[in-house]
């Protein structure tokens, strides 16, 4: 399961629709409201990394109010290295 973080900036005084609006998304499981540079974090839950972008692009992107994104997706490759550390 891939897992991915997505940094959104919204539109003034649209923080509330954008926030209904990422809860609807299929794959968000977790929305958390920032003070600061960035509105909000999502937590989003996929099969793959491909899937996560297309949530983004299809979906997060589209919520009214959203202006920019940033997504950051787990690296699967040094996750298996945890043990070793």
Known sequence: MAKGYVLVNVEPGKELEALRGFKRV?????????????????????????????????HVRKVIGVVSTKTLVEDEFLKHFEDIC
């Open 26 to 58: 299929k794959g968000v499981k977790e929305v958390t409201p920032l003070l600061g540079d960035i509105d909000f974090l999502l937590f989003i839950e996929a099969k793959d990394t491909n899937i996560i972008a297309g949530i983004v692009i299809e």
